[in-house]
């Protein structure tokens, strides 16, 4: 027996305990009731829509917007084919803009405080310098994450792009564990965050948010469907980060476009924490000749921000 | 071709070149008219088409914001301005416009096209406008594979007054395209109207080996951009297959000696499950067995 | 029928199953309120989120995993030790070994639910066996959970099947018609004959083998969740067994703990004397020792060796949590050992004091495994907000650990109504000294 109650609360125990509706049906049915109806069968279903209240919805409707979705969550398993996707970031060019973190979290409709490309304030030792490291997720070719999700939630697809299916994740946290790059969020609350009303849902742009999954970089896998940019990548003001494929031994950060293996060769390309043996596809170019000092990625900052990097961690480089 | 200073500089500061998608409508309507700029620039593509194309964008906070559905007019003539054609810039903010091919156009006293780009203004954006003068220069391209190595032979002339100039002096580059841009990967220099460039060995094709090569003038002072493509087997054969057999801890199934390990351990313990339930089973049956 | 030699065994330890006194009621009272309000803090986590818990981006495994690994461990204690006094066949193992038994499958049955608690989405709780991933050390877990449930329930099942068939038969005690008519029916016809007798204990013996090897099994792969992250301070070889000595040390200290409870509330003093504490004990003090060994050989070569995560992690440790860990893993483990091991401190009382001691030490051991090596990652949390950088559990998570251990005493008193929670066959055949 379903309540007329409009009560927030009440709405988010049900959809929890699951009473059986699931999650498309209280999505969508407030979005297909009165809109396009495909192949009306005239059997009605009663469901409960965001708001509280019961509408009557073509089962077909639900139907159809479910098997797209189904489908949809099954190419994203696939990937490109014949890719092998590479991020390069130039140390030496970052300072600390943080455009690539607004625009992540812009294009996914993530909550302010969610960062899947976070910038941290790495100083190595007690007398080196320090240097702002962008981290997006590495999708690594040995990724810890993927072995021990106990559902298939997060998979790595063959183009090497791992993605996480929220509509499979049940929220258990191994894979945050399981990171040593600590790239993963979780979502604790009810991001509260509107999607389009047929919106289908596709792991590769994992829009919207889900409460209680995990979330993380996706390298932007929808705009590498129509050959763009991640949305990182485009935004960075100082060309920092780079993109491109291993198989094409080329990389770009939209202004310019350089051969992948003469990069490594003449910069000394590496990965952080190679002794890790989780294989990154995120290559990283040591910070030399720098065009912008350390100092200037502290300039312009809010206060919490510039809160956050005074005590630079565990990894203080005086002990 | 002669590019307004304050163009070039716009572009240089803003590095990106591909876009963001266009703010929703709300954003879009505010009632103070915002200013946009615009990027006028000229190819001539290998079908020998010249093509304007006037991009329209907001410089943003987060980078270019392109405009969609704004109408551009396209002129040309300095002294007397024609008409060449209108278009509408699309979801990436490119107003395309593709001059017919029998169109001859007018030259300046240099031997110069002059192009002009202009979007009026409406009520949400104020107007704006791009120039550009460039030379048309006729580019041919040859290939072939000798002893020493890929060549590319490449001939380039100007016009003037019905004559064959020979183009002298000029770099060109040769690209190949990637996924999102164009990599350059080898440069020529003409010299009396010709370039000999050799090709690199190393350039990963696709999986038969098959590459697209185009020699361009890519921004050029004067001849603004112009390419010649040519299909080729010249890649180096390159592609990415993870095998199906593949089993590992991350992959879809699990590698064999684990599947046959659990297997074993569980039958042996639910095995000795099974044998205690049987156990009272039978206590249970030696009880009716004694009541009968 | 069962005829018993000592007819004063079925009126002493069957106070509960002929009626329920007032005391029952009451303390079964305060369990089911605290219960209630652990329940309601469960609602309101559902309805809130996992932002009402202490749990943040970093540390995403809080006070319920260790409470998951709390309660695993006192039912593998509980499995060892029935298990291997059956084996063994020693003598005063029998009025102690009905509460290991009991002790094993009730933890089982809370310990699933801490996780259950930390889970983000149970609405999708059944994806677990529905897109199982073996590779995982979750689904072995889930598996071993699972096998090692149903292995302690028929284990306990089989050793109370001869107490049913007493209550069934006797006629020295009144009992209710319709728990008479249960007894009938749970007895399985068991009616003392060599046969059946035979065939029982081989099951008992079976079982009995299984659940050690079983218990192990489930503790190690628990201890394996941790072990094969790269997390520092997780990244141990040794953890499996560290794990598993660390259970039996808990589930040891909750044994005793339960044997004076109830030796107090039913007036037991007859049938568990001092040598059974002092058996007990004597087990304690031997696993304190083992668990020392383990703990200082952990510590000693993180702390020797210059690996810098390994530095960060017990510099963490010795400033963040100096108190718990002194008491974890110095009182903890040296004061059951001083205490049982001079024969001038064995008192009842004492030993005792030594178990609480073990069991709150061996909780904050769970602890500080888990906290400070989520607080201390690869990558330095640069974060502004002062709840993703330390941990702190909230009400709610304290409430629902309350409430586990509250569902522990209702389930215990629960039982106490159905069976005797001091052997009656098994206090029979130690008197009887009949051969099995």
């Given at each position: 027996?379903?309540?007329d109650?409009?009560?927030k ?10 009473t ?6 209280i999505?969508?049915?407030?979005a ?5 109806i495909i192949g ?6 009663r ?20 098997r ?19 991020m ?9 803009a943080?455009?690539?973190?607004e625009a ?10 969610h ?16 240097y ?8 690594c070719?040995?990724?810890l994450?993927?072995?021990v999700?106990?559902?298939?939630a997060?998979?790595?697809?063959d183009d ?13 946290k191994?894979?945050?564990t399981g990171?040593?790059?600590?790239a993963?969020s ?10 389009p ?10 829009i ?6 995990v979330g993380k970089?996706?390298f ?11 949305r990182c990548?485009?935004a960075?003001?100082?060309g ?5 494929d291993?198989?094409?031994?080329a990389?770009?950060?939209g202004?310019e ?13 590496y990965r952080y924490?190679e002794e890790l043996?989780?294989h990154p596809?995120?290559y990283y170019?040591?910070?030399v000749n720098?065009l912008f ?6 300039e312009?900052?809010?206060e919490q921000?510039?809160?956050r990097y005074?005590?630079t961690?565990?990894?203080d480089?005086?002990? | 071709?002669?590019?307004?200073k ?15 998608y266009?703010?929703?409508a ?6 103070e008219k915002?200013?946009?700029y615009m ?6 593509n290998?079908?020998e088409?010249r ?8 410089a943003g ?6 405009v969609?559905?704004?109408?551009v ?5 300095m ?11 699309d979801?990436?903010g490119?107003?395309?416009l593709i ?7 007018p030259?300046?006293e240099?031997?110069n ?7 009026e203004?409406?009520?949400?954006y104020?107007m ?5 003068s ?5 580019l ?5 594979e000798t ?7 490449l001939?380039?002339y100007?016009m ?6 020979p183009v ?9 395209p990637r996924?999102?841009s ?6 020529g220099y ?9 090709f690199?060995?190393n350039v990963?094709g ?19 951009n ?13 592609s990415?297959?993870?095998?199906e057999?593949?089993?590992?801890l ?9 599947i046959?390990?659990?297997s ?8 000795h ?20 | ?6 007819k004063?065994?079925?009126h ?7 009626s329920?006194s007032r ?11 605290i219960w ?13 989120g996992?932002?009402v ?12 995993i260790?409470?998951f690994?709390?309660?695993m461990?006192?039912?593998?204690a509980?499995?060892l ?19 290991a ?5 009730i933890?089982?049955?809370i ?8 889970i983000?989405?149970?609405?999708r ?9 073996i590779q ?7 598996i ?13 099942y ?5 107490d049913f ?24 016809g ?6 059946q ?5 081989q099951?008992?013996?079976i079982?009995?083998a ?7 099994i489930?503790y ?7 072990g094969?992250t790269l997390q ?6 040794i953890f499996g067994?560290y794990?598993?000595?660390a259970?039996?040390?808990s ?7 339960l044997?004076q ?8 003093e007859?049938?568990i004397?001092?040598k059974?504490?002092?058996?007990v ?12 060994y383990?703990?200082f050989?952990?510590y000693l070569?993180?702390?020797y ?7 960060i ?12 860990f ?7 483990i040296?004061?059951?050992i001083?205490i049982?091991?001079?024969p001038r401190?064995?008192?009842?009382r ?5 178990a609480?001691?073990a ?27 002062m ?8 009400w709610?998570e304290?409430?629902?650990?309350a409430?586990g251990?509250s ?6 008193m ?10 009656i066959?098994e206090?029979?055949?130690s008197?009887?000294?009949r051969?099995?």
């Open positions: 027996m379903v309540n109650k409009s009560d609360s009440r709405r988010k125990f049900l959809k929890n305990i699951g059986g509706l699931g999650a498309i049906s999505g969508g049915a407030s297909i009731a009165g809109n396009k009306s069968s005239g059997e009605k279903v469901v409960l829509t965001a708001e509280g209240k019961v509408v009557e919805v073509d089962k077909d409707a639900l139907k159809e917007l479910k797209e979705t189904n489908e949809r969550r099954e190419t994203a398993r696939e990937g490109i084919p014949n890719r092998k996707f590479i390069v970031i130039d140390l030496a060019k970052c300072a600390n943080r455009k690539c973190v992540c979290q812009e294009g996914h409709m993530l909550p302010k405080d960062e899947w490309i976070k910038l941290y304030s790495i100083q190595d030792a007690e007398h080196t310098a320090p702002w490291l962008p981290r997006p997720c590495f999708h070719d040995n990724p994450c993927v072995s999700c106990p559902v298939g997060t998979y790595k697809r090497g792009i791992v993605l996480v299916d929220s509509k499979r994740c049940i929220g258990c191994f894979c945050m990171c040593p790059y600590s993963r979780f979502h604790w609350k009810d991001p509260e965050a509107e999607v009303e047929d919106h289908v849902y596709d792991p590769e742009l994992n919207p948010p889900v409460e209680g999954t970089c996706v932007c896998a929808d705009k590498l469907r129509n050959n763009e940019l991640p990548v485009q960075c003001p100082m920092a980060l780079y993109f491109g291993l198989v094409e031994d990389i770009t950060n202004a476009t350089l051969r992948f293996s003469e990069t490594m060769e003449q910069k000394h390309g924490l043996g989780t596809s995120v170019l040591p910070p720098r000092d350390y100092d200037s990625g502290m312009g900052l809010s921000d510039r809160k005074k005590d961690g565990p990894r480089a005086k002990k | 071709m002669k590019i307004k304050y163009n070039k500089f716009l572009v240089s500061i803003i590095l990106t070149v591909f876009y963001l266009p703010l929703t709300q954003e879009k309507g505010e009632p915002m200013s946009p990027e006028f620039k000229y190819l001539k290998t079908e088409q093509i304007l194309d006037a991009k329209i964008f907001l906070e987060l980078g270019i914001i392109p969609e559905g704004l109408p007019r396209f002129y040309t003539n002294e007397e301005p024609e008409l060449l054609g209108e278009a509408v810039t979801a990436h490119i107003a395309r001059i017919p091919d029998d169109l001859i156009l030259v300046d240099d031997n096209w002059w192009f002009y780009a202009e979007f203004g409406n009520e949400q104020e704006t406008m791009e120039e550009i460039l030379m048309d220069v006729n041919s391209m040859s290939l072939e002893e020493d190595g890929k060549m590319i032979y001939e380039a100007t003037k007054n019905g004559e064959k100039v002298s002096d000029e770099d060109i580059f040769i690209f190949v996924m999102f164009l990599l350059q990967v080898a440069e003409f010299i009396d109207g010709e370039a000999e460039v050799e690199p060995d990963p696709d999986g038969a080996g098959n590459l697209t090569v185009i020699a361009r003038f890519n921004d050029h002072w004067q001849f603004a112009v390419e010649k493509r040519i299909e080729t087997t010249w890649g180096v054969p390159s990415h297959d993870v095998a057999s593949h089993r590992a991350w992959t879809q199934i699990a590698p064999r000696w684990m046959v390990t659990l074993i351990m569980l039958v042996g313990v639910w095995g499950y099974l044998y205690a339930i049987i156990s009272m089973i039978r206590i249970k049956r030696i009880e009716k067995k004694k009541n009968k | 029928m069962i005829e018993i030699k000592n004063s065994l079925v002493d330890l069957t106070p509960e199953i002929v329920t005391k029952w009621y009451f303390i079964f009272g305060i369990f089911v309120i209630a309000v652990g329940i309601y803090a469960l609602v309101q986590q559902i309805d809130k996992h932002i818990t202490g749990m943040r981006d970093n540390v995403v495994w809080g006070i319920y260790v409470n690994i709390f309660f461990g006192l039912s593998y509980g499995a030790i029935s298990g291997v006094l059956h084996l063994f066949k020693s003598n005063w193992r029998a009025p102690v070994i009905r509460f038994e009991l002790i094993t499958v933890s089982l049955c310990g699933p639910f801490f996780i259950f608690f930390c983000g989405r149970l609405d709780l059944p994806f677990l066996f529905a897109f199982p991933r995982s050390p979750i689904t072995w877990d889930v071993a959970i699972i096998t090692d449930l149903f292995g302690c329930f028929i284990f306990l089989l050793s109370l099947i001869e068939a007493i209550l069934r038969d006797t006629t020295d005690i009144t009992i209710k018609p319709w728990k008479k008519k249960l007894y009938r029916i749970l007895a399985l068991y009616l003392g004959t060599e046969k007798y035979k065939i029982l204990s099951a008992k013996n079982m009995a299984m659940i050690i090897a079983i218990a192990i489930v190690s792969v628990l201890a394996w969740i941790f094969v520092p301070g997780w990244h141990s070889t067994p794990f598993v000595i259970a039996v040390f589930g040891t200290g909750l044994l005793i703990i044997m409870l109830f030796r107090k509330i039913y007036r037991l007859k049938y004397t001092k059974h504490f002092i058996n004990g004597v087990l304690l003090l031997i696993i304190a020792a083992f668990y020392g383990f703990t050989s952990d070569t993180k702390w060796g210059s690996v810098k995560m390994d530095k992690l017990i510099d963490k440790l010795f400033e963040d949590y100096y108190l718990m002194i008491f974890a893993n110095y009182l903890g040296l004061i059951p001083i049982v091991g001079i401190f064995r008192t009842i004492n030993i005792v004091i030594a609480v001691i069991l709150v030490g061996l909780w904050f051991n769970r602890y500080i495994i888990v906290v400070p090596t989520l607080e201390s990652p690869f990558l330095p949390i640069q974060d502004f907000r709840d993703f950088v330390k941990y702190s559990p909230t709610i304290w409430a629902l650990t409430a251990v569902i522990f005493g209702i389930f215990m629960l039982v106490s109504k159905l069976a005797p929670l001091v052997s066959s206090m029979e055949d008197e009887d000294n051969k099995p």
